[in-house]
């Protein structure tokens, strides 16, 4: 089992940008960020594949979002830019199963952190 840490969520105004943070206990090959705001599913946002480093994003945050690592520390980043509104939401930090496909979709996960506030102004 893997144990997950977030940090770094707040309250900001739309157009500013925010940090988070993951420390993990563990790494596994494949490490997400998801979100879920109040009434709505939790859904995928970014994900990388921690060997090649290869990433992957949702649509509605391609672009203004990036998820980076740091294999040293075992810690998972979340930059996020030109938040808005709409990106308010409680933020987790998941770790996939050992034989999950690493995409965006939370059934790859098994390993969920306790998740980070971020509240975004207009």
């Known amino acids: 089992q893997v144990q997950l840490v977030e940090s770094g969520g707040g309250s900001v105004q739309a157009g500013g940008s925010l940090r988070l943070s993951c420390a993990a206990s563990g790494y596994t090959y494949c490490m997400g960020w998801f979100r879920q705001a109040p009434g709505k599913e939790r859904e995928g946002v970014a994900r990388?594949?921690?060997?090649?480093?290869?990433?992957y994003y949702a649509d509605s945050v391609k672009g203004r979002f990036t998820i980076s690592q740091d294999k040293a520390k075992k810690t998972l980043y979340l930059q996020m830019n030109s938040l808005q509104p709409e990106d308010t939401a409680m933020y987790y930090c998941a770790a996939a199963r050992a034989s999950a496909y690493c995409s965006l979709s939370r059934v790859s996960f098994n390993n969920w952190g306790q998740g980070t506030q971020v509240t975004v102004s207009s």
């Open positions: 990388i594949s921690t060997g090649s480093g290869n990433t």
